[in-house]
Structure formats: structure tokens, C-alpha cells
């Protein structure tokens, strides 16, 4: 049922694509970027507020920030969710890290968690971690998903000379993959898709083979730590490589049956190990 609920939607903006293409192809890309959920939910509420919390701006958009303090002598950790999920997806790692003595830090992405706005993309959400990077100053990053690529895109940007690791967890590489992967799901037709390319250009300003997280993590000197697993169903393991490869300082670690979140404890053992080295 939902397999078709999705063609339909397809559908419907092939049809509408030759009444109006550019209707279609911003209505394509909307669809896109709006999450149909993430916002926090009411079970997880009770570990988000251990926190300390505080709500950070950028263009008028709030940012909501989770703080955990640790030791002083030890790092603080800047954690970074994925597409349609909060700060909550980091609860089985964040008591660990804290009882180890690092301060943990973890924002909500726009439209996402308790953040604002109604949009998604990873060009904005680098903006949000760095405006949360300046506040709090984390020698660390750790993201997941599309949360990797938009820290990629962020210490591309701004280069912070204080972050010595960066954490990437099934994190995706080129952008034109993920498109692809979209039109097809939606079962769009090649006017539509040459459309809805039109429109990402129109919106953000650079085409989707012209951003990649691969060729951002070139110019990375950070050491990196990157974790995929071979069968990750959302995002294919050779980004892995594509990252491992750019990324001069890193380290490839491959799973296997841990899937897209990677929520295991082997996982988080390597995540400790790269930490204390």
C-alpha cells in the first residue's frame, strides 16, 4: 500500500509536468526536502531532558542544542543526527561517552527534533553546526547519515583548526546518487527529473554532480574514522570507500548486518577506540 501511495504521488507529477514543469519540478523538490517526521516524540522526551538545553539561531531559524557536561580535561563532542530523526537517536551512546568524561553536545537539524523551520537540506544544516561548533567549540564531531555529509560540507567551509577527529557513520557521498535513488522511488520520468534538477539548481545554487562529500573531505586534514556496513540498504557501501579514499587520515571500518543505523555495541566500541587513541 505504501509502495503505491508513493508511485501515485509519482505519478501525479508526471502528469502535472506537462501542464507546468516548473510547478512540478519545485513541487518534486519540496517533497524532497520536507521531513514527514523526526520531531521529538513524546517516550523520548524523558532522556532529552538530562540535558541542559539551550536554543541557538541562525536566520531567524532556533536551534535546539542538548549539552551533557563531562570533565574539563577531557573533549567535547558535537553529535549530528540524520534525515528524519533528532537528538535522541544518540541515546544509547551518549551515557558512555559522559560516564568516560566528555562533554557531549547534540543539535536537531532543521525541521527536525525541537529546531525550526519546515525545510531540510545539507548546505543549511552546516550552517547550524557551525553556528552550535562556535558556541560550544567541540574538538569532535560524530554524524550519521546525511548529518556526515553536512559536517563534510561544514569543515570544508569553515575550516576549524581546533577539530582533531570527525566521525562518520553511513554517511553518503554523492549527492546525484541520492537524487537518482529519489527519482526512482518516486518513479519519476526523465522530464521531471530534468526539471526537478533545474529546480536544486535554482534553490541552492550547484548542480547534484557538482556536490559530493568525497571531493569536500579532499581538502580535510581532520582525522577520521568512518563506519558503513557492507548491506547498508540506504546508503551503498562503496560512498564508504569513495569517502575513505578522499579523506587522507582516516580509518575504514566495515560492518556487516548492522544496517543504516549502525546502533550496535561493536560499533560504539570502535567509536571508543578511535576516541582514546
Same mark, same amino acid.
Given at each position: 500500500?505504501?509502495?503505491?501511495?508513493?508511485?501515485?504521488?509519482?505519478?501525479?507529477?508526471?502528469?502535472?509536468?506537462?501542464?507546468?514543469?516548473?510547478?512540478?519540478?519545485?513541487?518534486?523538490?519540496?517533497?524532497?526536502?520536507?521531513?514527514?517526521?523526526?520531531?521529538?516524540?513524546?517516550?523520548?522526551?524523558?532522556?532529552?531532558?538530562?540535558?541542559?538545553?539551550?536554543?541557538?539561531?541562525?536566520?531567524?531559524?532556533?536551534?535546539?542544542?542538548?549539552?551533557?557536561?563531562?570533565?574539563?580535561?577531557?573533549?567535547?563532542?558535537?553529535?549530528?543526527?540524520?534525515?528524519?530523526?533528532?537528538?535522541?537517536?544518540?541515546?544509547?551512546?551518549?551515557?558512555?561517552?559522559?560516564?568516560?568524561?566528555?562533554?557531549?553536545?547534540?543539535?536537531?537539524?532543521?525541521?527536525?527534533?525541537?529546531?525550526?523551520?519546515?525545510?531540510?537540506?545539507?548546505?543549511?544544516?552546516?550552517?547550524?553546526?557551525?553556528?552550535?561548533?562556535?558556541?560550544?567549540?567541540?574538538?569532535?564531531?560524530?554524524?550519521?547519515?546525511?548529518?556526515?555529509?553536512?559536517?563534510?560540507?561544514?569543515? @570544508?567551509?569553515?575550516? +576549524? #583548526?581546533?577539530?582533531?577527529? =570527525?566521525? %562518520?557513520?553511513?554517511?553518503?557521498?554523492?549527492?546525484?546518487? *541520492?537524487?537518482?535513488?529519489?527519482?526512482?522511488?518516486?518513479?519519476?520520468?526523465?522530464?521531471?527529473?530534468?526539471?526537478?534538477?533545474?529546480?536544486?539548481?535554482?534553490?541552492?545554487?550547484?548542480?547534484?554532480?557538482?556536490?559530493?562529500?568525497?571531493?569536500?573531505?579532499?581538502?580535510?586534514?581532520?582525522?577520521?574514522?568512518?563506519?558503513?556496513?557492507? @548491506?547498508?540498504?540506504? +546508503? #551503498?557501501?562503496?560512498?564508504? =570507500?569513495? %569517502?575513505?579514499?578522499?579523506?587522507?587520515?582516516?580509518?575504514? *571500518?566495515?560492518?556487516?548486518?548492522?544496517?543504516?543505523?549502525?546502533?550496535?555495541?561493536?560499533?560504539?566500541?570502535?567509536?571508543?577506540?578511535?576516541?582514546?587513541?
Amino acid at each position: 500500500m505504501k509502495t503505491l501511495l508513493i508511485k501515485s504521488v509519482g505519478s501525479y507529477l508526471n502528469l502535472m509536468s506537462y501542464i507546468s514543469k516548473p510547478y512540478a519540478g519545485n513541487k518534486a523538490l519540496n517533497l524532497f526536502t520536507h521531513p514527514r517526521k523526526g520531531r521529538v516524540l513524546e517516550w523520548q522526551v524523558d532522556f532529552l531532558n538530562t540535558a541542559y538545553k539551550e536554543e541557538l539561531s541562525y536566520n531567524n531559524l532556533p536551534i535546539m542544542t542538548y549539552r551533557w557536561l563531562g570533565d574539563k580535561t577531557k573533549d567535547t563532542i558535537l553529535l549530528a543526527h540524520g534525515w528524519e530523526s533528532n537528538s535522541y537517536r544518540w541515546n544509547s551512546i551518549i551515557p558512555e561517552l559522559n560516564k568516560k568524561g566528555y562533554t557531549i553536545v547534540a543539535l536537531d537539524a532543521p525541521a527536525h527534533g525541537h529546531s525550526g523551520g519546515s525545510e531540510f537540506n545539507a548546505l543549511l544544516y552546516a550552517e547550524f553546526i557551525n553556528v552550535v561548533a562556535k558556541r560550544f567549540k567541540p574538538q569532535i564531531i560524530m554524524a550519521h547519515s546525511v548529518g556526515g555529509m553536512a559536517a563534510t560540507v561544514f569543515q @570544508n567551509k569553515y575550516q +576549524i #583548526p581546533s577539530l582533531e577527529k =570527525l566521525i %562518520l557513520l553511513g554517511a553518503p557521498s554523492e549527492f546525484k546518487d *541520492i537524487i537518482s535513488r529519489y527519482v526512482d522511488l518516486l518513479g519519476y520520468s526523465n522530464r521531471l527529473s530534468h526539471q526537478l534538477n533545474k529546480a536544486i539548481i535554482r534553490r541552492f545554487g550547484i548542480a547534484p554532480n557538482e556536490f559530493s562529500t568525497a571531493d569536500y573531505l579532499n581538502s580535510v586534514k581532520t582525522k577520521g574514522l568512518i563506519i558503513h556496513d557492507k @548491506n547498508d540498504p540506504v +546508503i #551503498p557501501y562503496n560512498d564508504a =570507500l569513495l %569517502l575513505n579514499n578522499s579523506l587522507k587520515n582516516s580509518t575504514l *571500518i566495515s560492518t556487516e548486518g548492522l544496517g543504516h543505523s549502525l546502533n550496535d555495541a561493536s560499533v560504539r566500541d570502535h567509536i571508543y577506540n578511535f576516541l582514546e587513541a
